[in-house]
């Protein structure tokens, strides 16, 4: 076996469940496509070689030296190439010949179809391009495409791609040019890179190191482009929905005499709830001697995910597309939680603040976001409240003070918007 082939029976073995990931891999994810996400995007990091002598060494498999030796990216790259063409193969029949899914497809779209098969490759073309490497580059496009495509023409078409596409796709590509040119006016390459390659490290530089550009009038900017037309999507599928709901009635009667029965059942077992909405299942979580984020981690483990949860609450919305399984799975993850001695702690008294400009004056005023401990004695430039709609603690124009700040800090707030001064 090639060191390649070992690659591929670790990852399944690992996907299945049958082998345990090995030092160096930590897997979060539950869903089994995410995980397997996960689990390539640390391959990446790690490299196929170091991977495959991980797994070995936690499997007790002895591999020979010369699948070490032996391994090379063309060997990997053409393997991976062999496997995308055999997948997309699907039984010919006689009668009917299914087309070839790269059919009318231009050669730079075979070729980042396959280099999109793994994060490493992707971040490899990255650097292939940034150092222009062209040899490389020459090498890749063998692999992938058999053919020697032309460097600087995949760039032409790369730069020039929304052209053809529809015309919300053309403003996107507008938006993120501008992006990129202002993140190379800065000399911030990394991200750059990280916007391109669409990795987690996207995420993270874009909202706390990009440009004002990005991360701070986002939002307000997208708003230009918000209409009060119709959308048409949403009517689709508010038709589409029609026949779900034709027999909810049915559903919903024979659904919430289950629930009134969960109700009962916790409360037996010492879980305080809250009555109200007959499709939610409120938990007071401290009288059982829990937090609302503790409660919620522990929900989220099992696979069930509140609506809404402070330290107070957790709130959970069932509807008749829940089967009972769900509220056996919910019942059964509440009931592993051993009662603790209750939280007698409830949340700090809500503050009185001085209105010190109007919402209006706030609202159109130079502002910056600093840190919680920062904040007191400033005036605060948006509404801060946990889930909307909801009570806010601060008002836009308020001048917070120490009490403001201990509110805030309670539900778990950790930088806010202040006027500049």
Same mark, same amino acid.
């Given at each position: 076996m090639t060191l390649f082939e070992y690659y591929l029976q670790y990852m399944t073995r690992i996907c299945e469940g049958s082998l345990e990931a090995p030092e160096g891999i930590t897997l979060t994810e539950t869903d089994e496509v995410r995980r397997a996400m996960e689990l390539q995007q640390q391959v990446g990091a790690m490299g196929i070689p170091a991977f495959v002598r991980a797994c070995a060494a936690a499997a007790g498999d002895e591999i020979p030296r010369e699948a070490y030796d032996n391994f090379s990216m063309d060997d990997a790259l053409s393997a991976a190439r062999a496997l995308t063409e055999q997948a997309r193969e699907e039984p010919k029949e006689p009668e009917q010949k299914e087309p070839d899914p790269d059919a009318g497809k231009h050669a730079f779209e075979v070729f980042l179809d396959c280099i999109a098969l793994d994060d490493g490759l992707v971040q490899y073309l990255i650097e292939v391009l940034k150092k222009k490497d062209w040899q490389e580059f020459y090498k890749l496009s063998r692999i992938t495409t058999k053919l020697d495509l032309d460097p600087n023409e995949f760039l032409y078409w790369l730069g020039n791609k929304e052209q053809y596409a529809p015309r919300e796709e053309q403003v996107c590509a507008a938006v993120m040019d501008v992006c990129l040119a202002r993140l190379a006016e800065e000399e911030r390459m990394d991200v750059a890179a990280a916007l391109l390659s669409g990795d987690r490290k996207t995420f993270e530089l874009l909202r706390c190191e990009a440009p004002e550009l990005l991360h701070r009038q986002a939002k307000a900017s997208m708003g230009l482009w918000? #209409? !009060?037309?119709? +959308?048409?999507?949403? @009517?689709? !599928? @508010?038709?589409?929905?029609? $026949?779900?709901?034709?027999?909810?009635?049915?559903? @919903?009667?024979?659904?919430?005499?289950?629930?009134? +029965?969960?109700?009962?059942?916790?409360?037996?077992?010492?879980?305080?709830?809250? #009555?109200? $909405?007959?499709?939610?299942?409120?938990?007071?979580?401290?009288?059982?001697?829990?937090?609302?984020?503790?409660?919620?981690?522990?929900?989220? +483990?099992?696979?069930?995910?509140?609506?809404?949860?402070?330290?107070?609450?957790?709130?959970?919305?069932?509807?008749? &597309?829940?089967? *009972? !399984?769900?509220?056996?799975?919910?019942? $059964?993850? =509440?009931?592993?939680? *051993?009662?603790? &001695?209750?939280?007698? &702690?409830? *949340?700090?008294?809500? *503050?009185?603040?001085? &209105?010190?400009?109007?919402?209006? $004056?706030?609202?159109? #005023?130079?502002?910056?976001?600093?840190? =919680?401990?920062?904040?007191?004695?400033?005036? +605060? %430039? %948006?509404? %801060?409240l946990g889930c909307p709609p909801a009570v806010p603690v601060v008002l836009c124009g308020q001048r917070m003070d120490a009490a403001a700040v201990e509110v805030l800090r309670y539900y778990g707030f950790h930088r806010c918007a202040v006027l500049t001064e």
């Amino acid at each position: 076996m090639t060191l390649f082939e070992y690659y591929l029976q670790y990852m399944t073995r690992i996907c299945e469940g049958s082998l345990e990931a090995p030092e160096g891999i930590t897997l979060t994810e539950t869903d089994e496509v995410r995980r397997a996400m996960e689990l390539q995007q640390q391959v990446g990091a790690m490299g196929i070689p170091a991977f495959v002598r991980a797994c070995a060494a936690a499997a007790g498999d002895e591999i020979p030296r010369e699948a070490y030796d032996n391994f090379s990216m063309d060997d990997a790259l053409s393997a991976a190439r062999a496997l995308t063409e055999q997948a997309r193969e699907e039984p010919k029949e006689p009668e009917q010949k299914e087309p070839d899914p790269d059919a009318g497809k231009h050669a730079f779209e075979v070729f980042l179809d396959c280099i999109a098969l793994d994060d490493g490759l992707v971040q490899y073309l990255i650097e292939v391009l940034k150092k222009k490497d062209w040899q490389e580059f020459y090498k890749l496009s063998r692999i992938t495409t058999k053919l020697d495509l032309d460097p600087n023409e995949f760039l032409y078409w790369l730069g020039n791609k929304e052209q053809y596409a529809p015309r919300e796709e053309q403003v996107c590509a507008a938006v993120m040019d501008v992006c990129l040119a202002r993140l190379a006016e800065e000399e911030r390459m990394d991200v750059a890179a990280a916007l391109l390659s669409g990795d987690r490290k996207t995420f993270e530089l874009l909202r706390c190191e990009a440009p004002e550009l990005l991360h701070r009038q986002a939002k307000a900017s997208m708003g230009l482009w918000g #209409s !009060s037309s119709p +959308s048409y999507l949403i @009517l689709q !599928s @508010l038709d589409a929905a029609n $026949e779900l709901l034709a027999d909810y009635p049915e559903k @919903l009667q024979a659904l919430l005499p289950q629930l009134e +029965s969960l109700r009962r059942r916790l409360a037996v077992r010492g879980w305080e709830l809250l #009555s109200g $909405e007959p499709l939610k299942v409120t938990l007071c979580p401290k009288g059982y001697g829990y937090t609302g984020p503790e409660v919620a981690a522990a929900l989220e +483990s099992g696979g069930i995910y509140p609506e809404f949860y402070d330290p107070d609450h957790v709130v959970l919305m069932v509807s008749p &597309q829940n089967d *009972p !399984s769900d509220l056996r799975r919910l019942e $059964e993850v =509440l009931a592993a939680l *051993p009662r603790r &001695q209750a939280i007698r &702690q409830g *949340p700090p008294p809500m *503050p009185r603040l001085e &209105q010190a400009v109007t919402p209006h $004056e706030a609202m159109l #005023s130079p502002w910056e976001e600093v840190p =919680l401990e920062a904040c007191c004695g400033r005036i +605060s %430039a %948006a509404g %801060a409240l946990g889930c909307p709609p909801a009570v806010p603690v601060v008002l836009c124009g308020q001048r917070m003070d120490a009490a403001a700040v201990e509110v805030l800090r309670y539900y778990g707030f950790h930088r806010c918007a202040v006027l500049t001064e």
